[in-house]
């Protein structure tokens, strides 16, 4: 029977697993701290986009392509892409993020030859039929970092790390994976690398954005190793506020108890970080602990953009499929592989329309607490922030939240993409329909209309109370 097992315990110990690469903390992370900021205007772009392999990349990509067409009359020369501040990320949804986020508008250009139609699946093992893959699968993933990793870096990063996105960019970047022993989400952020006592401006974009990707079985988790000792850590008080706070989101008290975990040995050595997609396939969790470190009603906006802002808008790239109803015509399955993948399917499909609510909650109560302070500003005040009181009124901002999904698009085109798979290679023809639906469904999303109605001087607050978009579609109000 030894003998027998021997090959078997042998295909086991081949599985890839991936030592810790991040350092421990030298100074502090405080510098990567980057504001969430309005810039000059009166327009804030939010984005947010999901996972789905290279169809999540392709459709972000499509809406980005959009944005870039849509505002142009404002004379900016990457129209709506100008006014994006922040991006946060998950999977597929993260190469795009991270792009966006290290290069700016111009990160673009040629991404769809560079990424989209090629083969990011090259360093990969991808074939079921391999005994070594199955067992490799099932004593904790196939691929390691050497594989999509090594793919983003040659192709689009090029070693590129945090700090140098902090250094780069204006647009504040989340990426986005899952803690699987706390089973929250794990933020790529200078506060969950403080709990860590490790240099986060060390790390690689393509170690975040692999590990935001590492779906269960096809890749093995990135491990982070807790340098606990090597810093000295002290919990920011909107964290313990968090944790004991008993009206603070339950999903707050869980990332709390997560980054504490990362101060005790006795619980943490290592951090395992599988897809983000699990846990938050929207990557909300930045914005609700934004919202958490928050110390006054405008921030984390600085009071002379609070009292400037007059549009935002937050817009979340879905790129899931609808539900696949081939096993339920049969008494049999799913098993084995299928069965793994339903499961996983299961959790971020859940995780998305919980993060979509959240997020929405989020910005409901920002809105509110943002005009109730604004209503109380005095005259005195308002001149001296904004410059002038022409024009002014306090009530006068609109925080909206919208999807741009399949959902929207004609049913035959629909169907079509609910086909797409969730891989990182797909034919060209593929990406360029999903390209095309990332277009078309940004372009029908009401809130982006009613953004646009604003900029070209629409009577958007009547449109919006009404539940009437630009284009006559409905518009769904946060209050």
Same mark, same amino acid.
């Given at each position: 029977?030894?003998?027998?097992?021997?090959?078997?315990l042998?295909?086991?110990?081949?599985a890839?697993w991936?030592?810790?690469?991040n350092?421990?903390?030298?100074? $502090?992370n405080?510098?990567?701290v980057?504001?969430?900021?309005a810039?000059?205007?009166?327009?804030?772009?939010?984005?947010a986009?999901s996972?789905?392999? #290279?169809?999540a990349t392709?459709f972000?990509?499509?809406m980005l392509q959009e944005l870039r067409?849509?505002g142009?009359?404002?004379g900016?020369?990457?129209?709506?892409? +100008?006014?994006?501040?922040?991006?946060?990320?998950?999977s597929?949804g993260?190469?795009?993020a991270?792009?966006l986020g290290?290069?700016g508008?111009e990160?673009?250009t040629?991404?769809?030859?560079r !990424?989209?139609?090629?083969?990011a699946e090259?360093?990969?093992?991808?074939?079921?039929? *391999?005994?070594?893959?199955?067992v490799k699968?099932? /004593?904790g993933?196939?691929?390691?970092?050497?594989?999509f990793?090594?793919y983003?870096?040659?192709?689009l990063f090029?070693?590129?790390?945090?700090?140098d996105?902090?250094?780069?960019?204006?647009?504040?970047?989340?990426? *986005?994976?899952t803690d699987?022993? =706390?089973?929250? %989400?794990?933020?790529?952020?200078?506060?969950?690398f403080?709990?860590?006592?490790?240099?986060l401006s060390?790390?690689?974009?393509s170690?975040?954005?692999?590990?935001s990707?590492?779906?269960?079985?096809?890749?093995?988790?990135?491990?982070?190793?807790a340098h606990?000792?090597?810093?000295t850590?002290?919990?920011p008080?909107w964290?313990t506020?968090a944790?004991? =706070?008993? $009206?603070?989101t339950?999903?707050m008290?869980?990332h709390?108890r997560?980054?504490?975990?990362?101060?005790?040995p006795?619980?943490v050595?290592f951090v395992?970080?599988?897809?983000g997609?699990?846990?938050? *396939?929207?990557g909300?969790?930045?914005?609700?602990?934004e919202?958490a470190r928050?110390?006054?009603? !405008?921030a984390p906006l600085?009071?002379?953009e609070?009292v400037k802002?007059k549009?935002?808008?937050?817009l979340v790239?879905?790129?899931?499929?609808?539900?696949?109803?081939?096993w339920?015509?049969?008494?049999?399955?799913?098993?084995?592989?299928?069965?793994? #993948?339903?499961?996983a399917?299961?959790a971020?499909s859940?995780?998305?329309?919980?993060? !979509? +609510?959240s997020?929405?909650?989020?910005?409901?109560?920002? $809105?509110?607490?943002?005009i109730?302070?604004?209503?109380?500003?005095?005259?005195s005040e308002v001149?001296r922030l904004?410059?002038?009181?022409?024009?002014w009124?306090?009530k006068?901002v609109?925080?909206?939240?919208?999807?741009a999904?399949f959902a929207?698009l004609?049913?035959d085109?629909?169907?079509?993409?609910d086909?797409?798979?969730t891989r990182?290679?797909?034919?060209t023809d593929?990406?360029? #329909?999903?390209?095309?639906a990332?277009?078309m469904a940004?372009?029908? /999303?009401p809130?982006?209309n009613?953004?646009?109605?604003?900029?070209t001087?629409?009577?958007?607050?009547?449109?919006?109370q009404?539940?009437i978009a630009?284009?006559?579609?409905?518009v769904? %109000?946060?209050?």
């Amino acid at each position: 029977m030894r003998r027998a097992l021997l090959p078997f315990l042998f295909l086991l110990s081949c599985a890839p697993w991936n030592q810790p690469q991040n350092q421990p903390l030298q100074g $502090e992370n405080a510098a990567l701290v980057e504001p969430l900021t309005a810039g000059d205007g009166e327009v804030y772009i939010g984005l947010a986009f999901s996972g789905g392999g #290279m169809r999540a990349t392709a459709f972000a990509y499509g809406m980005l392509q959009e944005l870039r067409a849509a505002g142009v009359e404002t004379g900016t020369p990457n129209g709506l892409l +100008d006014q994006v501040r922040l991006v946060s990320g998950v999977s597929g949804g993260s190469v795009m993020a991270a792009q966006l986020g290290l290069y700016g508008p111009e990160g673009l250009t040629g991404f769809r030859e560079r !990424y989209l139609i090629t083969n990011a699946e090259a360093y990969m093992t991808t074939s079921a039929l *391999n005994p070594l893959t199955i067992v490799k699968g099932i /004593s904790g993933g196939v691929n390691g970092r050497d594989t999509f990793g090594r793919y983003l870096d040659d192709t689009l990063f090029h070693g590129a790390t945090f700090a140098d996105l902090r250094r780069h960019s204006h647009i504040k970047t989340w990426i *986005n994976a899952t803690d699987m022993a =706390n089973n929250t %989400p794990f933020l790529f952020s200078p506060e969950t690398f403080d709990a860590l006592c490790s240099d986060l401006s060390k790390v690689k974009l393509s170690e975040a954005v692999a590990a935001s990707a590492a779906f269960p079985l096809a890749f093995t988790p990135i491990v982070l190793e807790a340098h606990q000792g090597e810093c000295t850590y002290r919990e920011p008080d909107w964290l313990t506020a968090a944790r004991y =706070n008993p $009206e603070a989101t339950a999903a707050m008290r869980a990332h709390a108890r997560a980054l504490e975990s990362y101060t005790r040995p006795e619980e943490v050595k290592f951090v395992k970080l599988l897809d983000g997609g699990i846990t938050d *396939n929207f990557g909300t969790t930045g914005l609700a602990v934004e919202r958490a470190r928050a110390q006054q009603p !405008y921030a984390p906006l600085t009071p002379e953009e609070a009292v400037k802002l007059k549009r935002m808008l937050f817009l979340v790239a879905n790129a899931g499929v609808e539900k696949d109803y081939d096993w339920t015509q049969k008494v049999a399955g799913p098993g084995g592989v299928n069965l793994a #993948m339903s499961i996983a399917t299961s959790a971020m499909s859940a995780a998305s329309r919980s993060g !979509y +609510d959240s997020m929405r909650g989020e910005m409901r109560l920002w $809105e509110s607490e943002l005009i109730e302070w604004r209503c109380a500003l005095p005259l005195s005040e308002v001149r001296r922030l904004r410059g002038t009181t022409e024009g002014w009124d306090c009530k006068d901002v609109k925080l909206l939240v919208g999807e741009a999904s399949f959902a929207a698009l004609p049913t035959d085109m629909r169907d079509k993409l609910d086909a797409v798979p969730t891989r990182l290679k797909l034919p060209t023809d593929q990406v360029d #329909m999903v390209i095309e639906a990332g277009r078309m469904a940004t372009r029908l /999303s009401p809130e982006f209309n009613g953004l646009l109605a604003s900029l070209t001087g629409n009577d958007i607050d009547t449109r919006i109370q009404t539940g009437i978009a630009a284009g006559g579609r409905r518009v769904t %109000p946060l209050n």
